[in-house]
């Protein structure tokens, strides 16, 4: 018999937040408003380190056009992912930006906490970005459910090692834990590090369903399939 589920570790984009959110409203946010953000935050050390850290990437390029490259072709760089984080809690906090939420993921994460599973969330997103997306969602402050949020510091997220990370850092054994996501790579590498696994496929999003792998098109039939709470 499979260990019981304690923990579910969950991802974001078209898990819990329709792809259409993220790249039609957070993405070109961040887009509009970097340039901004350069030129006027250059000295702040959180924006000085990240930008830093461009440089380094990319030498002898100006950082504006290393990030914009790196957005233009989605790739999930660390220094992005957190100069964007900075300007979405702007977004957030000034009320142009509230996070998006499909209806049935408040429901079952309060359910799921109450049951007594920890819950955590693991994104290519910086830990800020989803810290601000989940604080400020559609549904109200979801954060206290969560125990940990874990993003591409821990490792990437088609790699075996970072679930064996995360695993540790929860100081709990990997088979009493549960990832949910909609990209099989993901969940192959989760798998191979000791989890249990489930694909959510949002029709919405145009998810393909992975061979080999459980799927629920929501968070409450996942639940259902592994009874979590």
């Given at each position: ?27 070109p ?7 901004r953000?350069?030129?006027g ?11 830093a ?8 390029q ?15 760089a ?15 906090e ?15 994460l ?8 920890r819950l ?10 989803q ?14 459910l ?6 591409t510091?821990?490792?990437a ?5 970072s ?11 990997p ?27 949002r ?12 799927i629920?098109?929501?968070?409450a039939e ?8």
């Amino acid at each position: 018999m499979p260990d019981p589920v304690r923990a579910v570790v969950i991802d974001i984009e078209g898990t819990t937040t329709p792809i259409a959110f993220v790249h039609r409203v957070l993405f070109p946010y961040a887009r509009a408003h970097l340039p901004r953000l350069l030129a006027g935050r250059a000295d702040d050390p959180a924006v000085a380190a990240e930008l830093a850290a461009v440089r380094a990437a990319a030498p002898g390029q100006d950082p504006l056009d290393t990030l914009l490259g790196w957005m233009d072709a989605d790739v999930k760089a660390t220094p992005l992912k957190a100069l964007q984080g900075l300007l979405w809690r702007e977004g957030y906090e000034d009320g142009c930006l509230s996070g998006e939420l499909y209806p049935d993921v408040a429901p079952a994460l309060a359910a799921w906490r109450a049951a007594g599973l920890r819950l955590f969330v693991y994104s290519s997103g910086s830990v800020e970005a989803q810290r601000l997306l989940f604080g400020h969602s559609t549904e109200g402050d979801l954060t206290p459910l969560f125990e940990g949020f874990f993003d591409t510091r821990t490792g990437a997220k088609r790699e075996e090692a970072s679930y064996r990370a995360i695993a540790a850092r929860a100081g709990c054994d990997p088979a009493a834990m549960l990832f949910l996501s909609d990209v099989g790579a993901e969940l192959a590498a989760a798998a191979a590090a000791g989890f249990a696994v489930c694909q959510l496929v949002r029709p919405a999003d145009g998810t393909v369903a992975a061979d080999g792998y459980p799927i629920a098109a929501t968070l409450a039939e996942a639940g259902r399939l592994f009874s979590l709470g």
